[in-house]
């Protein structure tokens, strides 16, 4: 069973930057486009960014292209999102998925990260 | 503002049917598949269909999706009062060059 585990998320001030981390198991990660998807508190839910099973592409959402890097090692079995300039509005749960375009079969317990003064 | 818009909320009796539409365009929904999931508070997403009415193999053949041109539904017969929670559409938007949500269907079972 294919298993997803975020962590990283924290509270930081606007301006800052944060790393998250995506450990996987329980299937060959190196097989597999993976995703970040994010939640704001009681908002729904946003697509942040994917990245191609080789880390060859990547597609990310307008509002947080070139302040959020996607990357992967598929030798560690982990996916990341290096987060900077981070905003207010960057508040919120974020999830790694596995898949690509909406195909994401599963889904970590999230991360929460939160960007306040 | 989402790109993809659903109903803020729906209802409906134990055992009824219920179903919950998303409203697209062409460069989304009316050009590539869509998603739908589920939601319970606290709680990841689940993927209840995919490829618009292709069933993941562990969920019930109550839920269905379909499609029309530029919009989606989701359809969940046989209402029982575990399937309240928030149902999301997801479709890949080609212009966007991103995945686009829908705004989510809260769900009550009366």
């Known amino acids: 069973e294919a298993q997803l585990g975020e962590s990283g998320g924290g509270s930081v001030r606007p301006g800052g930057s944060l790393r998250l981390s995506c450990s996987a198991s329980?299937?060959?990660?190196?097989?597999?486009?993976m995703t970040w998807v994010r939640q704001a508190p009681g908002k729904g839910l946003e697509w942040v960014a994917n990245i191609k099973q080789d880390g060859t592409e990547e597609n990310y959402a307008e509002s947080v292209r070139g302040r959020f890097t996607i990357s992967r090692d598929n030798a560690k079995n982990s996916l990341y999102l290096e987060m900077t300039d981070l905003r207010a509005a960057d508040t919120a749960t974020y999830y790694c998925?596995?898949?690509?375009?909406?195909?994401?079969?599963?889904w970590g317990q999230g991360t929460l990260v939160t960007v306040s003064s | 503002q989402s790109v993809l818009t659903q109903p803020p909320s729906v209802s409906a009796a134990p055992g009824q049917k219920v179903t919950i539409s998303c409203s697209g365009s062409?460069?989304?929904?009316?050009?590539?598949?869509v998603a739908w999931f589920q939601q319970f508070p606290g709680i990841a997403p689940k993927l209840l269909i995919y490829d618009t009415h292709k069933r993941p193999s562990e969920i019930p053949d109550r839920f269905s999706g379909s499609d029309s041109g530029t919009s989606a539904t989701l359809a969940i017969s046989g209402l029982q009062t575990g399937d309240e929670a928030d149902y999301y559409c997801g479709a890949w938007d080609s212009s966007l060059r991103g995945v686009v949500f829908g705004g989510g269907t809260k769900l009550t079972v009366l």
């Open positions: 998925a596995r898949g690509n375009h909406v195909w994401l079969f599963y």
């Open positions: 062409t460069s989304n929904i009316g050009n590539n598949s």
């Open positions: 329980g299937f060959m990660f190196s097989s597999y486009w």
